[in-house]
């Protein structure tokens, strides 16, 4: 089993930044990549961003991509979600989710974290 913790949300201005951050524990050599989703009030949830965990490459989508980066950090289990050049319309509930070796599939997920950036 793995569990994901994020923290780092809250209010910002737009046109600032934020990072967010996902601590993983357990079972986590069993993790193939980690990704960042977000759900805003009235939308379906999104997918943001993944890395994959050995090697380090990273996919994002086109409405993030250029302000937004993933990275990781391996001795701590830690995956975070840097976001500049914030807008209202990343106002969301952000998720961090692992996906695993065995399904491929993004099995475990995180308690999410609200992030609103004001206008």
């Known amino acids: 089993q793995v569990q994901l913790v994020e923290s780092g949300g809250g209010l910002v201005q737009a046109g600032g930044s934020l990072r967010l951050s996902c601590a993983a524990s357990?079972?986590?050599?069993?993790?193939?990549?980690m990704g960042w989703f977000r759900q805003a009030p009235g939308k379906e949830r999104e997918f943001v961003a993944t890395?994959?965990?050995?090697?380090?490459?990273?996919h994002y989508s086109d409405s993030v991509k250029g302000r937004f980066t993933i990275s990781r950090d391996n001795a701590k289990n830690t995956v975070y979600l840097q976001m500049n050049s914030l807008e209202p319309e990343d106002t969301a509930d952000y998720y961090c989710?692992?996906?695993?070796?065995?399904?491929?599939?993004?099995?475990?997920w995180g308690q999410g974290t609200q992030v609103t950036v004001s206008s």
């Open positions: 357990g079972r986590t050599f069993s993790v193939y990549a």
């Open positions: 890395i994959i965990w050995s090697g380090g490459s990273t």
């Open positions: 989710a692992a996906k695993s070796v065995r399904t491929r599939a993004f099995d475990y």
